[in-house]
C-alpha cells in the first residue's frame, strides 16, 4: 500500500534562508509524486509534481523538488523563503497515472522576520 | 486555466438536516471528480471518487447513504450530507482531474467549511 511520511509537522526558518521540507513515500510501482500548497482557509494549489523523466522539478514559487528513488524521497525546496510562503505543505504520492492520491500528514511553514 | 469552484464556501445547519455542496468545472471537463474531507490541523482524507454518469466509488469507512455524490455531467458533482450531526462539521474540498490526462493531477475547489450545530 502507498503511503507518505512528512517529518516535521511544523518547519520554522527566518525569511531568506533556506526552506526544506522532507517527504518520504512508499510505493511498490513507479510512484507520481505531488506537493501541494495550503493557505488558510483554502483549497490546494499544486506546487509541482513528478511523474517521469528529469529527477529534478521545478515549480511555481521557486520551490523544486527532487526525486530520489533510492531514498524514496521528494524532498522540496526552496533557497530564499518569504513571508508569503508560510502556509500548510501536503506531499502526495499516486501509483501510476489514474490511482487516487494519498496526502502527508502535513508541514506547516512559518516564515518569521 | 483549470480552475475548481465549490458552492457554498460555509455553510452552517442544525443537526438533523441535509446539506448539498456544490463542486463545478469551470474552464474545463472532468470525467472524475473526487471528494475530500480535512479536520482541524490534518490531512486530507479521501472520502470518495465520482465519476460521471456512475455510481461514485466510496473509500473504506465512509457512508455511502449519508455521503450522497452525484456526477450528473461533465462540470459538476455534488455531495449531499444527509441528516447532518455535529460530528460532520469539518472542511470538505472537491478536486478534479482533467479529462484525457495521462497523470493524476487534480485540481481543488476552495473547500467548504460545514458547521452542524
Known amino acids: 500500500a502507498q503511503s507518505v511520511t512528512q517529518l516535521g509537522s511544523h518547519v520554522s526558518v527566518s525569511e531568506g534562508a533556506l526552506v526544506l521540507l522532507r517527504c518520504n513515500y512508499s510505493?511498490?510501482?513507479?510512484?507520481?509524486l505531488f506537493w501541494y500548497v495550503q493557505y488558510p482557509n483554502q483549497g490546494l494549489q499544486l506546487l509541482l509534481k513528478?511523474?517521469?523523466?528529469?529527477?529534478l522539478v521545478k515549480g511555481i514559487n521557486g520551490f523544486e523538488a527532487e526525486f530520489k528513488k533510492s531514498e524514496t524521497s521528494f524532498h522540496l525546496t526552496k533557497p530564499s523563503a518569504h513571508m508569503s510562503d508560510a502556509a500548510e505543505y501536503f506531499c502526495?504520492?499516486?501509483?501510476?497515472?489514474?490511482?487516487?492520491?494519498?496526502f502527508g500528514a502535513g508541514t506547516r511553514l512559518a516564515v518569521h522576520p | 486555466g483549470a480552475v475548481v469552484s465549490q458552492h457554498p464556501s460555509r455553510v452552517i445547519c442544525k443537526s438533523g438536516t441535509s446539506v448539498k455542496i456544490e463542486c463545478r468545472s469551470l474552464?474545463?471537463?472532468?470525467?472524475?471528480m473526487f471528494w475530500y474531507r480535512q479536520f482541524p490541523k490534518q490531512s486530507l482524507m479521501l472520502m470518495a471518487t465520482?465519476?460521471?454518469?456512475?455510481?461514485?466509488?466510496?473509500e473504506q469507512g465512509v457512508e455511502k447513504d449519508k455521503f450522497l455524490i452525484n456526477h450528473a455531467s461533465l462540470t459538476l458533482s455534488t455531495l449531499t450530507v444527509t441528516s447532518a450531526h455535529p460530528e460532520d462539521s469539518s472542511f470538505y474540498i472537491c478536486?478534479?482531474?482533467?479529462?484525457?490526462?495521462?497523470?493524476?493531477?487534480?485540481?481543488f475547489g476552495p473547500g467548504t467549511r460545514l458547521t452542524v450545530l
Open positions: 465520482s465519476n460521471e454518469g456512475s455510481k461514485a466509488t466510496y
Open positions: 478536486s478534479a482531474r482533467i479529462m484525457g490526462v495521462s497523470y493524476n493531477e487534480q485540481f
Open positions: 502526495a504520492v499516486s501509483e501510476g497515472g489514474y490511482n487516487k492520491l494519498i
Open positions: 513528478y511523474t517521469t523523466g528529469a529527477t
Open positions: 474552464d474545463f471537463q472532468a470525467t472524475t
Open positions: 510505493s511498490s510501482v513507479p510512484p507520481y
